[in-house]
């Protein structure tokens, strides 16, 4: 019996008593003002609970909100492994209604190949009490589709275990996608390797055919071609002005012919040995040496035109000393040839590094008859002459060999002209 019950229970009976002997006892008030007070109690009581109760209620309705809508499956299983709650993303990603989800052991979703790598995720929640990750994948409508699953134990006879999963069947066709392009990737890169070994190998052996031509045009060739020199020449003092002056002319065509094609053979051995030359031969050399003996090899010709050369320190650069020497020398005979008879020769070499391309520019300046613009990639191909051979000895090599040196420096090599005023040659080397 509760208290208000019992306080009741005595007021009735004090009540009774005094109408029975006709007055009310103090103690009737008493228990009618403490029963008054009592009943006041209970209704803060009941207006408490009321309000713990709403409270209760909402907190309810937050907590189902967010685990019925929330992006990710949930699912809670009973210690049989049997599912008892599914939200609605759950439902989804399973694509089948909560009625026939609710009830089925999770196992059932899970795909085969992966049943063990579950069960062992499971026993270990169990046996560690710490939440397990792992990917699996599951079936739906015959189908299989991956996910990120976490399991947490519950303690609770009702919800023993609570999964989460997460679906990430997009980012496994993307990795799988990854996998087979660097799968492609790699053998095409072995193919791509496969042919440039073999494409090393034939640029070898057409390396050595073309060492084998630069020997036969060195040795085989000339000999001939001296031999018809030899006896042109011999015909010519024999008997020049005993024949008519016709014979007299083509013994000097002749004559002529040979030695120029003398000095083709020759730069064109020399063309040869600069494109199969080894790159081995490569260190670190003074380009002011190799400018100086340039300049010492051109004296006489330096000399007899009166040419003022002068040039700024150079750097030192990684490269071929031979080649490099030719370089200076190509560049500064062709200034002395193509120089204006009516001013003196004028000739400037510098260099500068040019940082944002991390090489050195050099320059030969000179103040000679300068080229016309619509000619400036002409002069560096192999045997294109601008000028006729009376006004201009030569055979119009020497700048096609020094665009192959540089070629093979990995450098550039351009000309800067106005005609009638001079030329300024650029070409680069790599810093490194």
């Known amino acids: ?55 209760i209620s909402s907190l309810y309705s937050q907590y189902h909100e967010i ?12 210690k049989y492994g049997i599912i008892r709650k599914v939200n609605a993303k759950g439902s989804e ?15 059932r979703f899970i795909s085969k190949n992966v049943e063990n790598k579950y069960f062992h ?21 015959k189908e299989v589709f991956y996910v990120y699953m976490e399991i947490i134990i519950a303690h609770r006879p009702d919800e023993m275990y609570r999964i989460t999963i997460i679906d990430i069947t997009r980012r496994k066709k993307a990795e799988k996608k990854l996998e087979l392009a660097h799968k492609n990737l790699e053998k095409q890169v072995t193919e791509q390797t496969t042919e440039l070994k073999n494409t090393i190998k034939e640029l070898k052996e057409a390396n050595n055919e073309l060492k084998q031509f ?9 000999e001939p071609l001296r031999t018809i020199a030899s006896f042109t020449q011999l015909l010519k003092r024999r008997y020049k002005g005993k024949l008519d002056s016709d014979a007299d002319e083509f ?7 040979t030695l120029r094609m003398k000095q083709q053979i020759l730069d064109l051995l020399e063309f040869s040995q600069v494109t199969t030359s080894n790159k081995g031969e490569f260190k670190l050399v003074n380009t002011n040496d190799m400018l100086n003996k340039a300049i010492k090899n051109l004296y006489i010709s330096i ?27 190509n560049l500064i005979s062709n200034a002395i040839r193509f120089r204006r008879c009516e001013e003196s020769l004028k000739i400037n070499i510098s260099a500068y590094n040019e940082e944002d391309r991390n090489e050195y520019v050099f320059s030969v300046k000179d103040n000679g008859i300068g080229i016309e613009e619509q000619y400036f990639d002409r002069i560096f191909t192999i045997f294109q002459r601008l000028h006729t051979r009376e006004e201009y000895h030569g055979t119009g090599i020497g700048l096609s060999i020094i665009k192959r040196i540089m070629e093979r420096h990995n450098g550039r090599i351009w000309v800067e002209s106005e005609f009638g005023k001079g030329s300024t040659f650029y070409f680069t080397i790599p810093i490194k």
């Open 251 to 257: 013994i000097e065509y002749i004559v002529d012919a």
């Open 93 to 107: 990603l399973l694509q089948l209604n909560k009625d026939k989800i609710i009830g089925c052991g999770f196992s």
């Open 1 to 55: 019996m509760s208290k208000t019950d019992k306080l009741r229970k005595i007021a009735e009976e004090e009540l009774q008593k005094a109408k029975e002997e006709g007055h009310i006892s103090s103690n009737v008030s008493e228990l009618m003002h403490e029963l008054q007070v009592h009943e006041i109690e209970l209704q803060m009581q009941n207006e408490e609970l009321k309000k713990s109760q709403e409270e």
């Open 214 to 222: 630069a020997y036969v045009s060195s040795h085989d060739l000339q």
């Open 303 to 329: 000399k007899k035109s009166n040419a003022e050369i002068t040039y700024d320190k150079l750097p030192s650069v990684v490269g071929s000393e031979v080649q490099l020497q030719r370089v200076f020398q």
């Open 67 to 78: 685990y019925e809508y929330a992006p990710v499956g949930y699912f809670t299983l009973d």
């Open 121 to 141: 995720a499971l026993a270990n929640a169990i046996d560690t009490d710490k939440i397990q990750n792992v990917e699996l994948q599951l079936k739906r409508d």
